[in-house]
């Protein structure tokens, strides 16, 4: 179907252009889990996804990943977080 497939196509596009690029800074003991720095400095914490059972890329890897609205329980507020991290392909 053409239409499904252009509404798939604009969507791979609208989300890579939201994508932010960065490295790895650090992975929590569960593997699943942990920090990355954008380019910018900024500082974000992710989740892979658990379902999947995916594991985080290996602390120092470049990626990108997207921004989402989450909460930082140790203080108690609203916050960005990661999500969608994935490695960045050699070009």
Known sequence: DRALDALR???REAEQSQRIEG???KV???GADGFVIADDGQEYYFAMPRKTGERAPAE???GSFVL???F????NQATKQATKVQPLRPR
Do not use: E, H, Q, Y
């Open 9 to 11: 196509r604009w969507w």
């Open 23 to 25: 490295r790895v800074k």
């Open 28 to 30: 929590l003991p569960s």
């Open 60 to 62: 120092g890897t470049r």
């Open 68 to 70: 989402a609205d989450g």
């Open 72 to 75: 930082d329980k140790k203080r």
